[in-house]
């Protein structure tokens, strides 16, 4: 049962057409609420008539990204209104979503992180000269609590920092300023299993030559030139680090059902999580899904697992 959920917030039922599912959320539906108490009943929420009466829900699959979607805040509201859901927790949701809680949390347990350097608005600015003497010649500017490359840039001179710094704090009050890493980008998925969570082969992301980084245009555009190799071309002992850290980096962090973990390797080896994402894409083309597909699990297998694992904690 799909439910759209536009900008303003109001939720819309949206039953599904056959099997296919809305490519965007139609402002005439039907508005709907969640009853207070009523363990995941809907309400029609501007009380206009429909036919039928409208279903309960049993298991949430949050399916959106970003600030209200996999930041704690939808989450608080299942919890709240006592509605089963797939993925992280409220805790979880908040701290991963603010990169540099993230990455406070990973150095204090000891994961490798990409060295970087943190800005609040109103504070001191930084400073190209002072950035590089700490991080090196290249860096990468970024809103702290952003995802699909919004606000972030890269930076290789004054004029491009000032001017990245500028667009971070369009997004955000809190930026990044970070090392930027010569070398791979790869991911991971990460699974709960009855036997603990388990890690996906690993995957990597090429983003083209025209672009500088793996940037939102690289991730969404039709005509990206972006291409991603499942499994990656790595050696066994290089994938079984990077596997052995993405579970590392999930517990840390209290991660719940599933995450993508993402990581730089660098020209000498040396491994850094850059971000772990604990709402991952998962439609037939996202990287989440095929990890685990080429690790012997369907995307109906994973699907019918994140669900299990919702009812079992309901």
């Not at 609040?120 to 952003?146: C, E, F, N």
Request: glycine letters at 10%; a negative charge; one cysteine or more.
């Amino acid at each position: 049962m799909p439910i759209g959920i536009e900008r303003s917030g109001a939720w819309r039922y949206m039953p599904l057409l056959g099997e296919t599912f809305h490519d965007e959320v139609d402002p005439n539906a039907c508005a709907i609420a969640l009853v207070p108490g009523g363990a995941g009943q809907l309400m029609p929420g501007d009380y206009q008539a429909i036919a039928g009466t409208l279903p309960r829900i049993d298991v949430a699959f949050p399916a959106l990204h970003g600030p209200y979607g996999e930041d704690g805040c939808l989450q608080g509201l299942f919890e709240t209104y006592g509605v089963a859901y797939v993925g992280a927790g409220v805790l979880c949701g908040a701290v991963t979503m603010d990169k540099e809680v993230t990455k406070r949390l990973l150095i204090q347990a000891g994961v490798p992180v990409v060295p970087y350097r943190l800005y609040r608005r109103g504070g001191p600015s930084p400073t190209w000269q002072a950035m590089t003497d700490s991080l090196g010649p290249r860096l990468y500017v970024k809103p702290a609590s952003l995802g699909s490359s919004i606000g972030t840039a890269p930076a290789d001179d004054e004029k491009s920092f000032d001017r990245a710094l500028a667009g971070a704090l369009e997004h955000a009050d809190k930026v990044l300023v970070e090392r930027r890493i010569i070398g791979r980008e790869l991911e991971c998925g990460v699974m709960e299993t009855d036997d603990g969570p388990v890690a996906s082969v690993v995957g990597e992301i090429v983003p083209g030559t025209e672009n500088a980084f793996y940037d939102f245009n690289a991730k969404y555009a039709a005509d990206s030139h972006a291409t991603v190799d499942v499994p990656a071309r790595l050696a066994v002992e290089t994938a079984s680090r990077v596997r052995a850290m993405a579970i590392e980096a999930f517990q840390v962090l209290g991660c719940r059902d599933l995450a993508r973990v993402d990581f730089f390797l660098g020209e000498r080896g040396e491994l850094f999580v850059n971000e772990v994402n604990t709402l991952p894409g998962f439609t037939s083309v996202s990287l989440f899904p095929r990890m685990f597909e080429a690790s012997g699990i369907t995307i109906k297998d994973q699907v019918t697992r994140l669900v299990e694992l919702a009812l079992a904690r309901s």
